[in-house]
């Protein structure tokens, strides 16, 4: 079943066939060994993605009950979380952690900035915090955080790192075995099927290294049932036994998807992600598009594009849609200012080009002396590899 449209939004992305096809698999019952050994596959690839020996769950839900689950399964209410934001999802730990009781302090960067390091030092100083939450790269703003400094920072005050990559997995290394410095680790990865994994949204992912394991076991009773990784605990070891029922066919694509990562190589796919977004946005700039974030700053797997003067947000998205490119609007104060493009996942570059043949065309309904035949030889110059 290809796919009609290019989807280029911040996820879901592009499916390929052969993730279609092992979707459109026979369901079978949720004990059958064969869904057993496809869910103990699964389970063995997420861990060698995320290097780590800790415990991984694959659980039906979107990206926001992984980020729920990370939380209530290692702070208490009353205990207290520090948000790093630099945008949309980054606050949403806000809402979701003082939800369950739990205090909250923030850094918020600047939107298309990083967090200020200093600052984020001064917060961990002026109080204790069970744990700190980073988002890999905030989908609002196209910017990616910088675990080499924010990780080993927060593992000196104590704090369990909990970084959302739900729009950065598999296209940024999430390295769960890598030493930051003096042996600090991230201790949660959380994520989503649909983004930069490649799969329809429908699965959250996530994986609790050693230290969140023990803050876990510390807890005794969490405030939740379904979020409880200690309902998970026993399935995950064997997946014959029953809790809830798991998204049968979802763990097929799952599989499916993990299997074309780790045959391209984890390095080799951060490579491309990396080189596929420099190019995008070098063409996109010579379109008069700026990219939001500087690109010291910018994201593998999105880019949140400033229009040039002149360009109404809803006529170009819906004209560039009737091409059969669809990319998303902007959030909050940048909405109508500016659009996000996804370029994740297991988009093809072909698709990447033709995106920004279209994306100019489009513009220059809008505005004119466009010049699209210079964008994408930079493009062909830069994504080759
Ligand atoms: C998309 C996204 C989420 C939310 O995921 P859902 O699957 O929509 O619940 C959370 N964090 C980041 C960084 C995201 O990009």
């Known amino acids: 079943m290809p796919n009609k449209e290019l989807l280029l939004i911040p996820g879901p992305t592009p499916v390929t066939d052969e993730i279609y096809d092992a979707l459109s698999s026979e369901t079978y019952a949720h004990t059958d060994p064969r869904v057993v050994a496809c869910t103990l596959d699964s389970l063995a690839m997420t861990r060698q993605m995320f290097n780590t020996d800790g415990e991984v769950f694959l659980i039906a839900g979107s990206g926001t009950l992984a980020m729920e689950m990370a ?16 945008g949309f999802f980054g606050d949403r730990f806000i809402k979701l952690a003082e939800s369950f009781g739990i205090l909250v302090d923030v850094v918020a960067s600047e939107w298309g ?26 989908t609002s703003t196209g910017v990616l955080a910088d675990l080499d400094t924010l990780v080993p920072l927060c593992k000196t005050f104590g704090a369990l790192v909990i970084l959302d990559g739900v729009c ?13 410095g003096q042996g600090a680790r991230l201790d949660v990865v959380l994520t989503g099927s649909q983004k930069a994994i490649g799969v329809p949204p429908g699965l959250a992912i996530i994986a609790f290294g050693p230290e ?26 064997d997946p014959g036994k029953y809790f809830a029922t798991p998204a049968v066919n979802m763990l097929y694509a799952y599989r499916k998807a993990l299997q074309i990562i780790h045959a391209e190589g984890l390095g080799a796919r951060y490579a491309r992600h990396s080189r596929v977004a420099k190019a995008v946005r070098e063409a996109l700039r010579l379109l008069g598009l700026v ?4 690109e010291k700053v910018a994201a593998p797997t999105l880019s949140c594009l400033l229009y040039p003067a002149g360009v109404d947000d809803l006529t170009f998205r819906k004209s560039l849609a009737a091409k059969g490119v669809v990319v998303a609007g902007s959030l909050a104060s940048l909405a109508g200012k500016a659009f996000r493009l996804g370029h994740m996942g297991n988009v093809e570059v072909a698709e990447l080009r033709r995106a920004i043949a279209l994306i100019g065309e489009t513009l220059g309904e809008q505005v004119v002396g466009l010049n699209v035949t210079a964008a994408l030889a930079v493009f062909d110059a830069q994504s080759r590899q």
């Open 71 to 86: 939380i209530v399964n290692t702070v208490a209410p009353g205990e207290r979380i520090l948000v790093l934001s630099q």
């Open 168 to 180: 950065a997995t598999a296209a940024a290394p999430e390295d769960m075995g890598h030493d930051y």
């Open 212 to 237: 969140a394991l023990a803050a876990r076991a510390a807890l005794g009773k969490v405030g939740a049932y379904y979020a409880d990784i200690y309902n998970w605990l026993p399935i995950m070891k």
């Open 113 to 138: 900035k990083r967090v200020c390091p200093a600052t984020v030092r001064l917060k961990l100083e002026s109080a204790k915090y069970k744990a700190v939450t980073i988002t890999h790269v905030d």
């Open 291 to 294: 990219p939001l974030a500087d």
